[in-house]
Nanobody, 126 residues
Framework: QVQLVESGGASVQAGGSLRLSCAAS????????MGWFRQAPGKEREGVAA????????AYADSVKGRFTISQDNAKKRIYLQMDSLKPEDTAMYYC???????????????????WGQGTQVAVSS
């Protein structure tokens, strides 16, 4: 059974930084296709960042490029999301996701991911 557990969410002021962490366990997920998504109240879930291709490739939503950085530690089976220069519009529940082992990777497409964590809340105040 695959389990993804996020941590690191908090309330911060605009301009601040947070580092989200996702711990993965179980068999069946692809470490070569993992990502972070977010969902704000009343809005659809959107892809924020993804890491794929054995960690050699990354993808970011335009809204976070230059501010967020995704990284992976395969030895620890974790991925991270470093978020800098946070804005109030970054406020959302952030989810870690992983594609199914052997499946195709569509980095920022939520329907391409089979496994999801419970989420960690990020709140940015102005």
């Amino acid at each position: 059974q695959v389990q993804l557990v996020e941590s690191g969410g908090a309330s911060v002021q605009a301009g601040g930084s947070l580092r989200l962490s996702c711990a993965a366990s179980g068999y069946g997920y692809s470490r070569n296709c993992m990502g972070w998504f977010r969902q704000a109240p009343g809005k659809e879930r959107e892809g924020v960042a993804a890491i794929y291709g054995s960690g050699s490739s990354t993808a970011y939503a335009d809204s976070v490029k230059g501010r967020f950085t995704i990284s992976q530690d395969n030895a620890k089976k974790r991925i991270y999301l470093q978020m800098d220069s946070l804005k109030p519009e970054d406020t959302a529940m952030y989810y870690c996701a992983a594609a199914r082992l052997g499946g195709a990777c569509r980095p920022l497409l939520s329907t391409a991911y089979s496994y999801w964590g419970q989420g960690t809340q990020v709140a940015v105040s102005s």
